[in-house]
């Protein structure tokens, strides 16, 4: 399987190159970057000395890539519609682990990321792996969803699917490790600044909000808006995801038990810890894997779940990696079996 | 003014020390310690080396005691009436920095405590000094709050006791750096258990939940069910408290500010970030203050608080020291201006 | 292969099995624990769910694991002797990840350790793979090197076998993470007291101090006495040993490079980042690499090398595989070939 | 005091800010940024809210200035000469902490700083407060010590003028958070990059290197060249600075405390933790101290130092602060007397 990465020096695109390398299966043929053409991937990440010997390429002479029997692409939001147009017409099957194939409705996307989308007719399958395998087996061209809306959506949609919650009283309150910022500079992710801080941002406008809203409102079978709020946590990776909602009248604990239990007991990648179990990020580091606890809080009749997956992991490269295993027909855990990196 | 710490060592004890090491008026007359009586409390705490010359005496001859005009009691829960009974009716005006003295209906902390309550008469007023300033004036028993709780209460006060919001949709997702838990050995305050990670605990049974229903209960004028979520972030110090609640119809996002100014446009120690703002524990670190930023999520007609604090400051000794400013008439601020330590 | 550890609950243990969880060989037929036998090795250690379906068992009855064909022992110092006298008498290979194996004069052991060593007759091979490895295939026991010396040994072989140094001017400044303390509580672990905090202890006492120097002494032909100091960063994970020493007269800077090329080059787990490089321990974490960098400071006459390591992987349970691989024969780099987990 | 701050928006601008809110005598009448002119200095530093209401202005019109008793210049190398020239002649003290002001052979500064010097006639005073104070006493213009060199002369300064070490022998490995590389974006200080990684930087090539020479050769009495490593640690403040020296012959441990006692028994701000003795960074955090412990490795005849001080404080402002009250014949603490934030 001939693979390529556009856009390979970003965390995303790094964490791609540490998961396929490795994959059985996966022979990487070029990995680009605009900003750094033509210098070897490790002297940008020296941790990776001596499993590629690869130079970055640049992604102008798009049909070079052609030969690739699929490409990841980890370009920022806007930037994955032409080369995920020229390649799928060329036969190169997309992953895409941007924002940009992640929408159905093409006018939430721009309404939400403020740049026009070029290729609505793309037919794009939306990649959270365990809620849409049959689509992904199918698909050239995958969304890779977010991180904090695999955690979020993975923690809420056994209660939606089996209608167990007040759609209207969801609230997910959702926590970052800082490499969810990316690789770029800005003092919101200087080391002095972050150290021992912690702070909320984008409340009630955060771009991964539509996007959870799509996932719960297909499972829904109506339009589900809800409060979505990120923070900013010190540490490098990680995503906790503590999602809220009011049960219906009448639903039991065991109702909730088994709405989890259904629909995720024969899923590899996630974990149950049950109810009154309490994931933490640390518990996934490095992994694949999605580890949910749920509460009933009696006192308020409202159901908690809790959510840990790597958010470079699970929310971006191994998830991706998920699909391209999906998409070939391979065993899905191929390569992605490795144990979570603990303490 | 003569000051005993009756538990010194802990971090709340340590926190007092450090604060009143610069306070012009308070003289450290006893320290106590019954698992280190006899030891030079520098030998402990190194880092106050040169500014006390004292040795922890043991608690048990609590007569000796007497002598102080104001004793801060910094135990564990339950071990505070004895010292909180004995030391008042000699005359010792007395801030109890745990549980004990917190609650008007002491069923609720024996539930919620699994103790009795054994100095049910003792008129306690609970310290929350910017809500409760006239009451702590004149107390002799102050129940100093707990660290979560005064992040929360200060976040939502201005909310209820301005009605802007429905009571039963409370929920308070707060999250804590490790020192809140305290300077006992546990695995989960284990440096390479809690290092890169982040979790959720005690969901929906958190001994603060009360607390924080009390205050606001008291500001509603009627009962005030929540829910409390505490987590646990891997830094040492700071509280972040993120709020949660519907608005009642009708509500604007100018009545919401007007609350917020009305209440505490006087106060020095809560700074008000105003609509939009984000406060971060780090601006508040080593300081009283407590920072405020609240906003309207439009979509769903909800408002989200957000407040800082460090825990140890405003959300235990530092507060305790504010109290004891107001009951001996002093200048509120005395002994609590120096600036955050940012970075 | 069938494999057990004695002392699977503490981070040495535990890393043991994250890392043979993805060996083709290994079968894990026993693991043992005297504090908590019966205890299902998931319920410690939550990250590993899924992976192991194993109970710990008490090493009390060793010869129930008389059916391995090899087993790790991951017990404090002192504890190591008895199961690897009983079980090596019964044809069980031992690697002892403690100190117990890794002296050849026992009189320093004991000296050092301050406890008799009850199996002066192992013929323990010192594991230290890269320098040992003829001796590895042939042995019975193998005495795991500890972390630090792990790093330090690998920094300084070249320029000492090479002769190129003043062996009465080598000092080894190395910096540990906290997980090299292990999981016993103790005040100097506790989260709050060790984050955002920086210290040396044990200056000109610790116990890989004799250990580093038989290594040198061996590789020098005559005795090598050094002073070396260990430092307590706050991190989970890593090493970075910083060590010093006087060129002797005339050596150039192309003979220092010669040395780790010579002695290196074929090395897999040794990644030679060059005169001038800067190993990071981030760039090794997870993996079982060690990064060497080497400077010469004209101006004094110096080389200062730098190493770093993953402490619980190449420091402890990944060099513990690349010996069993050694000793059974097998492809060193089995179970050991992922990347490092970066950022 | 009217007092300026030339280069308010870096961390050692903002950090005498910080130390200044709280200083009796000090009045901030000017504070300046060139990027930034024109911003109030809250907006940028939200922790200082409250503190100041004052707006950035910019240096070109530096007469302006002119109405200060003294200027803090806050720069980078090579952009305090022309605000030290003009504003000196026009009778404002200058204390200045970069390190323009800091050699006396304007050669030596050139050599490293690769800059010329254009202000050789200053006559500048090197205010290492503690062995300086005299001169510092009239000095009108101060070269405040830098971070890592105020850590290690102090730690050093002992056994070099009581001759009690091999001159040639000694190393200084130092350590540092990441606030000593300023507030500038890079790689180098990203958060992701810096997390849970350890590393030495500019090996043999640091700018302090000459700087603690020139402090210990006037000590000797003769040149003093010595290997001197820096490395970054992931936190914010604080620095450990570990130095090795072979003692002289004959020399005894009790010459050795000796040393150390003579020298510091009176200073404030220097506290002996004895031989034996450990500094952490922690202990020192937000506060002028500097603590030294010290200890005789009798196997190889070395003393080794161990020095804690806070980067920002005693490495920057609070010394420059020190440095301040010494000049205007204040007490020497006036400011600086709060105790270090511990945990």
Sequence with gaps: ??????????????????????????????????????????????HITGFYDKTLESMKDLD????????FIALPHGHAMEAGKRLSAQGVKIIDLGA?????????????????HTHPEANAVYGLTELNRDAVKEATIVGNPGCYTT??????APLV???????????VDAKSGVSGAGRSLSLGSHFTEVFENL??????????????EQALSL???EPVILSFTPHLVPMARGILSTCYASLKAGVTASQVDEAFQSLYQEEYFIRLLGRGGYPSTKQTRGSNFCDLG?????????????????????GAAGQAVQNLNVMFGLEERTGLEQAPLYP
């Excluded at 001939?2 to 020096?9: F, L």
């Excluded at 070079?64 to 490409?71: P, R, T, Y």
């Design 294 to 314: 749920w509460h009933i809080d009696s006192r308020t009749n409202r159901v908690i779940v809790v959510s840990a997956i790597d958010n470079l992991v699970k």
């Design 100 to 116: 940009d194939y992640r929408f159905r409705d093409v006018g939430v996307y721009e309404q939400w990321y403020k740049v026009p």
């Design 64 to 71: 070079k890539l052609a030969d690739s029997d699929v490409a």
């Design 219 to 221: 499972l829904a079978g």
């Design 1 to 46: 399987m001939k693979v390529s990465i556009i856009g390979a020096t970003g965390y995303t695109g790094e964490e791609l190159l540490r998961i396929l390398a490795n994959h059985p299966q996966a022979e990487i043929v070029h990995i680009t970057s605009e900003s750094q053409t033509g210098t070897a991937i490790q002297s940008i990440y020296p």
């Design 199 to 212: 702070k909320a941002y984008n409340i009630a406008g955060h771009r991964h909000t539509p996007e959870i």
């Design 161 to 171: 699917s089996c209608q167990l919650i007040e759609l209207h009283t969801i609230i």
């Design 151 to 156: 955690a979020s959506i993975l923690a809420l």
